[in-house]
């Protein structure tokens, strides 16, 4: 697939080193010439130096013959302009990130269709979304649907003293037939596990189940659900103000924010939401806000680190729920050993939506979760496919991919090694980074 990126900061840099990993034929344009050349000397793409909005630029990096092109500029409007004369000069299928919420409006979304942008991206949105589902299921660390809900993919750390630490994969699937653990994410690296692995505590285990037994992997793994009501966010940024306005009638909202000019704005965008100013990295603070009181703790301001280690205080302060935006990828597998719970990056959840586009499905009813090394990926079987030409077992998969269950005739189901793909099947795919091309091939 050929492929444009138009914009080399980190959402841009980030997409093209991920893309040009999986066999895809990548271009990316930039006004900087140095951040450009970075790119150019370690990894293999095109880059072309010059303005997302000049016809010459987008005729130099090929978009007329582009089968996706992607505006990730830091600016909105570049990125819409840049998307509709993509779309002009004969570009298949057009991406532009956005940073309002008013453009995501239906009524306001088909006059964007209409200007040439086929979707846009929102990152805080998704980021938000990723935050209420963090909420919903306070026990795990990420959490996929496919279907409604009909095969789930949950990521959970497994406790000390769980019954399952400690046993071989192979003892766990005989005796627990209704549970295919996908992946395990074990010091700092993700691996597709065999028979002979062992379930340690620590570890984050993947695990592809059916909604009916979501309460037996609570069990499993030593967990308690929680009801989360109580939330205090520290930052008053565009994902929490999108978080409030998306689920205040769920949850009960304090902000914390040590701008004093954003704390005045705050009350306008979130009506429903308590505005405290303060540093909440101070523990008085923490505590004058209420946090013994708090069910979850949320940090979102643009300091990794800051956000990191206020969680961990909140956890020494009683929380029981915490969360983290870690915009530096490098500190995301750092983030996941430690005790805070889950971490959200907005640069993978807008790879995650944009790689959904790269797998030939329907993208308006499927969708592709990004980790910092792997990929889930939900995608449809169509006949002649090589993945239908014999059951599971005798496919030769390679070992960084691995089919974990399927969606058939409306009904989920997990995938053995008996199984048989057929065509329409909806599969779930769990895959390490740089092999999602492999994946392709076989459902082409």
């Known amino acids: 697939m050929r492929i444009v990126i138009a914009g080399a900061g980190e959402v841009g840099s980030h997409l093209a080193k991920l893309l040009s990993t999986e ?13 450009l050349s970075v790119l150019d000397a370690n990894y293999n793409l095109m880059t072309v ?47 532009a990130r956005i940073d309002s919420y008013d453009y995501m409006n239906p009524d306001n979304l088909k006059y964007v269709n209409h200007m040439g942008v086929d979707r846009v991206i929102y990152p805080e949105y998704l980021a938000a979304q990723e935050i ?44 627990n037939r209704h549970f295919h653990v996908s992946a395990i994410k074990r010091d700092h690296e993700t691996i597709i596990p065999r028979g002979d692995d062992r379930m340690q505590p620590g570890d984050i285990l993947y ?50 924010e040590d701008n004093l000019d954003i704390c005045h704005l705050l009350p306008q965008k979130c009506p429903d939401c308590e505005i405290i100013h303060g540093d909440a990295r101070d523990t008085d603070v923490l505590a004058d806000a209420g946090i013994a009181d708090m069910d979850a703790f949320i940090a979102l301001t643009p300091n990794s680190e800051a956000n990191i280690l206020t969680c961990l205080t909140a956890k020494e302060m009683g929380v029981k729920k915490t969360v983290a935006e870690v915009e530096n990828i490098q500190f995301i597998s750092q983030a996941e050993g430690l ?16 790689f959904q586009l790269l797998l030939d499905t329907d993208s308006s009813t499927s969708k ?42 409306e009904a989920g189901m997990l995938i053995t090694g008996n199984t048989t793909i057929r065509p329409g099947d909806r599969v ?16 082409s």
Not at 76 to 85: D, F
Not at 339 to 354: D, E, F, H, P, W
Not at 375 to 402: C, F, H, N, W, Y
Not at 432 to 439: P, S, T, Y
Request: aromatic fraction near 6%; charge should be positive; include cysteine.
């Open 23 to 35: 066999e895809q034929d990548i271009t990316l344009v930039d006004e900087d010439a140095a951040k």
């Open 428 to 443: 779930l795919v769990f895959c390490l980074a740089g092999a999602l091309h492999k994946v392709e091939k076989l459902f």
């Open 207 to 256: 695990f592809t189940t059916t909604r009916d037994h979501v309460s037996d992997l609570i069990e499993l793994t030593g967990k308690t659900e929680r009801r989360m009501r109580r939330v205090l966010i520290m930052g008053g940024s565009k994902i929490a103000i999108r978080l409030v306005n998306m689920a205040s009638d769920r949850f009960r909202f304090k902000i914390i």
């Open 368 to 409: 592709c979760l990004a980790l910092a090394d792997a990929e889930v990926a939900e995608l449809e079987v169509r006949p002649g496919s090589k993945i239908t030409q014999a059951p599971v077992k005798d496919l030769k998969l390679s070992r960084d991919m691995t089919l974990a269950g399927l969606i058939r005739e």
């Open 49 to 95: 130096v010059g303005n997302p909005t000049s016809f010459s630029a987008l005729r130099e990096s090929g978009v007329p013959q582009a089968d996706l092109f992607i505006a990730v500029t830091p600016y909105e409007s570049t990125n819409i302009v840049s998307c509709s004369i993509a779309k002009t000069l004969g570009a298949q299928t057009t991406v």
């Open 132 to 175: 209420i589902t963090s909420l919903n299921r306070s026990w795990a660390r990420h959490w996929f649907e496919l279907h409604g809900g009909q095969i789930i993919l949950a990521g959970v750390k497994l406790r000390e003293g769980a019954p399952i630490a400690g046993m071989q994969l192979k003892d766990f699937a005989f005796t």
């Open 339 to 354: 005790n805070i719970g889950t971490v959200i990056n907005k640069k993978l959840l807008a790879t995650s939506t944009i």
